[in-house]
């Protein structure tokens, strides 16, 4: 694969990285990501891997802009209150990188379409708003053998990990059951600062764009939490769990099963 003047241009701060180079820009051209969930931790993840050069992004959220999304949600501008997000996003992304194919992917899914979806991308990100889409999510990525990375976000709070099919700890390893729905934080009740989403979210295109390109080490088995009233960050080590109902040793989850969604969480801190 050649590069053009202008792709040499635009690329140039990352192929002068030694960890990066021509070849890690390559596999960046080849590669695809899915983003689930436009919302305060896919906008600067979607921003931020369309600007490396990634080949094609998906990006698939059921939601319309409102208002109250602006002030996180760096991907639209009050113009876009009213759209769908997706189609928002691949304008906004479209013309921060037009060699970039983005996907828009305007609807909720399901136990019958997730697979589907997931389908064909090389890797996952998940930064949907619900309990019931990050089983799910979660659940898919297991059985197609996906890398996925999970991104959660609320106050002033936020975490992130990474999940190798069958090497690491999946997400249902460190939570094997969905949180009551009584007493859950909803996303209106509970607030989120906007800068906050925007951490966690940078995190998450980071850690896409190591694993693209193959360097560093992941954060596998390794839940980092961040204290944005501190400023600090914290590792909670982790640990496949040989009795997970997806990713365990006699696994009773062959195919994506539905839960109950309830209320609208940003994330789970139970066990963080």
């Known amino acids: 694969m050649s590069f053009s003047k202008e792709q040499i241009q635009r690329y140039s ?20 990501v899915l983003i ?12 931020y891997l369309t600007a490396a050069g990634i080949g094609k992004l998906g990006i698939i959220d059921r939601e319309t802009v409102v208002l109250t999304n602006l002030h996180r949600q760096i991907l639209y501008g009050t113009e876009d209150i009213g759209r769908p997000k997706s189609h928002a996003a691949k304008q906004r992304l479209a013309a921060l ?5 983005v996907v828009a992917i305007q609807e909720s ?3 019958d379409t997730v697979l ?12 949907s708003d619900n309990v019931a889409t990050r089983y799910l999510v979660n ?6 053998c996906l890398p996925l990375i999970y991104g959660g976000v609320v106050r002033l709070q936020g975490q992130v990990m990474v999940v190798r099919p069958r090497h690491s700890a999946c997400f249902r390893c460190i939570f094997p059951e969905p949180p009551p729905v009584e007493g859950a934080l909803t996303c209106q009740d509970a607030g989120v600062l906007g800068a906050a989403a925007g951490i966690v979210g940078s995190l998450m295109a980071h ?22 009233l501190t400023s600090r960050w914290r590792e909670v080590p982790l640990r496949r769990d040989p009795a997970c109902a997806v990713c365990g040793e006699s696994p009773s ?16 801190q139970e066990g963080a």
């Open 13 to 32: 701060r990352q192929l002068i990285l030694p960890e990066i180079g021509v070849k890690g820009q390559e596999r960046l051209q080849r590669s695809s």
């Open 36 to 47: 689930v969930g436009a919302g305060g931790l896919g906008s600067p993840a979607a921003l």
């Open 97 to 101: 990188n037009p060699e970039t194919e």
């Open 109 to 111: 899914l399901s136990a």
């Open 116 to 127: 589907n979806r997931l389908r064909g991308y090389d890797l996952v990100l998940d930064g």
């Open 139 to 144: 659940d898919a990525c297991v059985l197609l």
């Open 207 to 228: 850690e896409a764009l190591k694993l693209l390109v193959g360097i560093g080490e992941p954060l596998t088995d390794r839940l980092l939490v961040f204290d944005g």
């Open 253 to 268: 989850i062959r195919q994506p099963i539905a839960i109950d969604e309830g209320p609208c969480v940003e994330a789970q």
